[in-house]
């Protein structure tokens, strides 16, 4: 059996501004839809599933983010998740210039939790809460001057 990655899906709470804070970064819209029925009933284990999404690709072509915004049922609001929680709670993002890209977050509203760190002169690195809470790490590697 072979297995390839296809992409991370992310509920989010407005789809629009989702998008711009992403494209700002560099991810490019590949497609938009609005997806319900039985099929996606099925896929998603939801019934009346009834969402518009918008799949986003990285610059490389080796990254997607499925972003979807539920129009029903009607999404439930959670707490931000934490970096210590069990489950998935951040997608990572390499940059070429960190400070550039914190510009870009900073626009959006959205700064780093705590800061930015550097590991072992290797990397520059930082978590940012994007839009619906998503914590977005970017990281620039510093051995690629």
Avoid at 21 to 50: K, M, P, Y
Avoid at 58 to 71: A, H
Avoid at 78 to 94: D, K, L, N, W, Y
Wanted: glycine share 8%; aromatic share 6%.
């Amino acid at each position: 059996m072979s297995i390839r990655f296809e992409n991370v899906g992310i509920a989010v709470r407005d789809l629009e501004a989702t998008i711009a804070f992403f494209a700002d970064l560099g991810l490019t819209v590949l497609g938009r839809d609005t997806v319900s029925g039985q099929w996606a009933d099925t896929a998603v284990g939801l019934d009346g599933n009834h969402a518009s999404i918008a799949m986003l690709q990285t610059p490389d072509g080796n990254g997607r983010l499925e972003l979807f915004e539920y129009l029903h049922p009607e999404a439930i609001e959670t707490e931000p998740t934490q970096p210590h929680e069990i489950g998935m709670h951040r997608v990572a993002f390499s940059v070429d210039d960190l400070d550039e890209a914190l510009e870009i977050a900073a626009r959006h509203g959205c700064h780093p939790l705590r800061g930015v760190a550097t590991y072992e002169d290797v990397y520059r690195l930082t978590y940012v809460r994007g839009p619906s809470g998503i914590l977005v790490m970017l990281a620039q590697d510093l051995t690629k001057a």
